[in-house]
């Protein structure tokens, strides 16, 4: 199979490439290794991709248009898995512009390029922001238009970007906390480990009255390779949730970190941001259905970050 992912530096697209390579799949990808957090993280993943056999479209500069049309015309992919986005809750409060662009313009592009050369099928990704303000735990079929942050109302306007599309079978995935090996410097789990092996303080939103439902990247990538198998004889848009189905307090997943770097943390509480939800849980009952079970705990995925951020980061 032939398979186009948008964002493959990524930390989701990074780990999904690499499960298809592994698998002998034919994978491109592209990327704009943009400066949203340190892009040597992003390099260094696509240096692995790159041993494992991954077909590259290069894109000259960071601030360059991505010529997708053309990525599309030379790959001729059977599936696009569309990852490319700028994340960050907090920081789309800051720079609404970037989100516009680079979320909702380039999906645009991307879905052009798809409609006019015959991509059948595209997955791609939501976020489970966009379900804010609903009662949990959340489920797609619930009312979105409660969003409390650009970043949410751009994942939203995707959703809405694809429903209306020509594109024949097209499947959203609404991602919870996603954490695990090679994450994003801005989540949680990694500016958490890293402030306190540093000795750093760390910032703790709502005085600590926060609960997630934390996802490790594995399952998330179980969820993927199950909805890409999915067949569909009319034209069909689909959204799931792919999460683990579990709440978890903020400080103890804080405490399984400290337990794993055995530290304790320098907490500096702060007020909730307004561009947070308190709580996240997911109801994954649809996906479920299709044979996703997540297999990740909390204890062991922990373990499993701070593992490879000691050794990746080369801390004793």
């Known amino acids: 199979m032939r398979i186009f992912i948008t964002g493959v530096a990524g930390f989701i697209g990074y780990h999904i490439a690499k499960s298809l390579l592994e698998d002998n799949h ?15 993280l992003k390099e260094d993943r696509y240096l692995k991709l ?43 409060m800051e720079y609404p512009e970037l989100y516009i662009t680079n979320n909702i313009n380039f999906t645009q592009d991307l879905i052009g390029a798809c409609e006019m050369h015959g991509v059948q099928k595209v997955v791609y990704a939501s976020t489970s922001s966009v379900m804010a303000g609903n009662p949990l735990p959340w489920k797609e079929d619930q009312t979105v238009d409660q969003q409390l ?40 789990l990694f500016s958490f480990t890293k402030n306190i092996i540093e000795g750093k303080p760390i910032t703790v939103f709502n005085n600590g009255d926060m609960i997630r439902d934390f996802t490790y990247i594995d399952d998330i990538i179980q969820g ?40 304790k943390a320098i907490i500096e509480y702060a007020p909730m941001h307004p561009a947070d939800t308190q709580s996240t849980w997911s109801d994954t009952t649809k996906i479920q259905n299709l044979g996703y079970k997540p297999t990740t705990s909390i204890p062991e995925g922990v373990s499993k970050f701070v593992h490879w951020y000691k050794s990746y980061y080369g801390v004793n």
């Open 26 to 40: 034919e994978v491109w990808g592209i990327d704009t290794f943009n400066d949203y957090y340190d892009p040597t």
């Open 50 to 92: 790159r041993e494992l056999g991954l077909g590259w479209v290069p894109v000259p500069t960071p601030n360059d248009t991505v010529p997708i049309e053309q990525a599309i015309v030379n790959t001729k992919p059977d599936i696009v898995i569309h990852l490319a986005a700028y994340a960050g809750v907090r920081y789309s």
């Open 149 to 188: 942050n650009p970043y949410a109302a751009t994942k939203r306007f995707n959703e809405q970007q694809f429903q209306f599309s020509n594109i024949r079978h097209t499947i959203g995935l609404r991602f919870f906390t996603v954490y695990g090996p090679w994450g994003r410097p801005d989540m949680a």
């Open 224 to 263: 993927i390779r199950i909805v890409m198998g999915l067949e569909a004889s009319d034209r069909t848009n689909e959204i799931y949730n792919i999460g683990r189905g579990e709440q978890v307090q903020l400080m103890d997943f804080i405490h399984e970190i400290e337990k794993n770097v055995g530290r």
